[in-house]
């Protein structure tokens, strides 16, 4: 009986010997001696399988004999790139397989409430450049199935990358878990886990194997095979998901302190001053991830017990307004056309709220680190609107901008009505750079609709508006010559609805009940109406909306049925009848004087915002 051998192709041990009729053999890796015949009758990646069976029994034979008894993370590390490397990868090619390594020194205060050793997972794989997934490695004696800390840390690490899954391994144990459920501390050991398997078991799930390790199948899509995004699991959500409703309850609660602490019930000066309040911290935090504040100084101001607020008002005093400086960050006296930081300086917070902001950033996700290697900054910015001109004018005074990138009024974000733009921020450049686009395939495709270099002497510190340069010289005649419409306050125009819209349509809800919400409008007056009558517009914005919506079309709610099915909300708006019809400034519509006067208004209505 003619015999073959079994070639190493994982470099490791000898070449060990079968038999050509023994096609059964559960080790059977033909070399190149082998009969074509036989290689052809082998089931297709029947050469890694059986890779992998040879790595497991070696691995079985070493532990049956005690030999992992007290070895550190760097034997699992050995055997976890071997097995890395039976599924196609390179564990020495960075383009492939990219090494953490260990934090030392001030950053590991980080992690010290994580009990992790090291802030991030040994190894995270990449396909086409992009990083897919992360694994992390313990010690062969880990209890991974049961160790809730592990799986916690192992989570963080994926969640905090906005990866599908995070892999937590050993070798002999490989847990699988979905990152898309934001971790909780208080989770037990199996929650978000999808696949457990003891090494004994691999062989056994194979194709699972294959579709979470195999470079090529990972590189053709099986992870997004097997965890579609239209098919999350149930309490799961994005990361952008995740930190907007941390961002509006934050609001929400600063709010509160400044209403209790700050004593003013003005609407405006409460909004404005709570996100000032909110976009300082988050710079920081950002700027500590950069190195360029003290790491852990936010949260040391938290948890101090004289309260976050004094430290940070002096900080602000003794640095941050010298090193920042502006619309941010204004010295003590500064103009501030807003009136908000001479509120914000007069003011004594206090709240558990500042302490959970910091705490809860302490995770920042690498999607929210901004500056680039180039030292460009990536970020947005109100263009189009009256209420972005301090940022407007700051970025004309330093020509501080490189590019645009203008999606106008396409809509980027799923879930989300917005009008987005990019700014790519650099000192001193010497023009603009500005793209638009038609649609959004055309966006992905990098083929703009508009593309052209404007000089910073044709910008001003009015709305831009460059989606149309060749006019860009005719309206600054017309300006020259006649004044904008802002520079005639003796016009009263009027834009009816879509005016009144933010003060008398739309609520943030204060008490969300079985059947109706309480809800304070833009005049800042609470009142209780049918929830069946609006739109959550986002978790801190309901609207009014007197349309009935199926498959995505919409029809007239008429006056009459509207005031049987929402008596309540009926008499809120009736008892506002003639400020609507007087502002509208149009023919009375009789029983449509209550809906929606613009139809891109309504098509914002159907998404959130």
């Known amino acids: 009986m003619k ?269 404005a001053a709570a996100q000032r309040i909110l976009d300082r911290i988050i710079l920081l935090r950002i700027c500590e991830e950069l190195g360029l504040e003290e790491l852990g100084s936010l949260l040391e101001m938290g948890q101090h017990k004289d309260g976050f607020w004094d430290l940070f008002l002096k900080e602000h005093d003794a640095r941050y307004a010298k090193v920042y400086d502006g619309i941010l960050f204004p010295s003590s006296g500064e103009q501030d056309s807003s009136g908000v930081d001479d509120h914000l300086r007069s003011w004594w917070l206090k709240g558990r709220i500042f302490r959970e902001i910091v705490q809860s950033l302490e995770w920042m996700p690498s999607q929210y680190r901004y500056l680039k290697e180039s030292g460009a900054y990536e970020t947005t910015a109100q263009g189009k609107t009256d209420y972005g001109a301090l940022a407007r004018a700051c970025l004309l005074k330093q020509k501080a901008i490189s590019e645009i990138e203008d999606f106008r009024d396409l809509q980027v974000f799923a879930d989300r009505t917005t009008y987005t733009a990019i700014l790519v921020l650099a000192k001193e450049s010497h023009k603009l750079h500005y793209r638009t686009y038609s649609t959004l395939l055309a966006a992905i495709a990098a083929r703009p609709s508009v593309e052209c270099d404007i000089e910073w002497p044709a910008i001003d510190d009015g709305v831009w508006a460059f989606d149309q340069p060749d006019l860009m010289d005719v309206h600054r005649d017309l300006v020259r010559r006649h004044g904008t419409i802002g520079d005639r306050p003796e016009l009263s125009i009027s834009v009816g609805l879509q005016t009144l819209y933010g003060k008398l349509y739309q609520f943030e809800p204060v008490e969300d009940r079985a059947r109706t919400v309480v809800g304070r409008n833009g005049e800042g007056e609470e009142v209780t109406l049918e929830k069946a009558a609006f739109r959550a517009n986002n978790t801190d914005a309901w609207v009014i909306f007197p349309y009935d919506v199926a498959d995505g079309s919409f029809t007239e709610i008429s006056w009459r049925e509207f005031k049987e099915r929402f008596p309540k909300t009926a008499g809120y708006l009736e008892e506002r009848k003639r400020m609507l019809l007087k502002a509208v400034e149009g023919e009375d519509c009789g029983n449509r004087w209550h809906l929606y006067k613009y139809p891109k208004t309504l098509w914002a209505r159907l998404g959130p915002r």
Not at 48 to 72: I, N
């Open 3 to 271: 015999e073959y051998h079994l070639a190493r192709r994982d470099g490791f041990g000898p070449d060990l010997p079968f038999r050509a009729l023994a096609e059964n053999d559960p080790r059977r890796v033909l070399n190149e001696d082998c009969p074509s015949a036989i290689v052809k009758r082998m089931h297709a990646h029947e050469i890694e399988r059986q890779k992998l069976a040879v790595l497991v029994e070696d691995f079985g034979k070493l532990s049956h004999s005690g030999g992992f008894k007290g070895q550190s993370e760097a034997t699992a590390r050995t055997w976890v790139e071997r097995f890395l490397s039976v599924f196609g990868w390179d564990p020495s090619d960075p383009r492939q397989v990219w090494h953490e390594y260990s934090i030392q020194g001030r950053a590991a205060r980080r992690l010290k409430a994580e009990g992790t050793s090291h802030r991030r997972p040994d190894y995270c794989l990449l396909a086409h450049g992009r990083r897919l997934l992360s694994i992390d490695v313990k010690k062969i004696d880990a209890n991974i199935r049961d160790d809730a800390g592990i799986a916690y840390q192992v989570r963080c690490y994926g969640w905090s990358e906005g990866f599908i899954l995070s892999y937590a391994f050993d070798f002999e144990e490989l847990a699988v878990f979905d990152c898309r459920i934001r971790p909780q501390d208080s989770d037990e050991s199996d929650i978000a886990r999808v696949h457990y398997f003891r090494f004994s078991e691999y062989l056994d799930n194979f194709g699972t194997l294959w579709d979470l390790f195999s470079r090529e199948a990972i590189e053709s899509g099986s992870l997004e095979r097997r965890f579609p995004a239209d098919a999350r699991p149930k309490g799961s959500k994005t990361l952008d998901q995740d930190f907007q409703e941390n961002l509006s309850r934050w609001r929400k609660e600063l709010a509160k302190s400044i209403l209790r602490y700050g004593k003013t019930r003005e609407v405006a000066i409460l909004s």
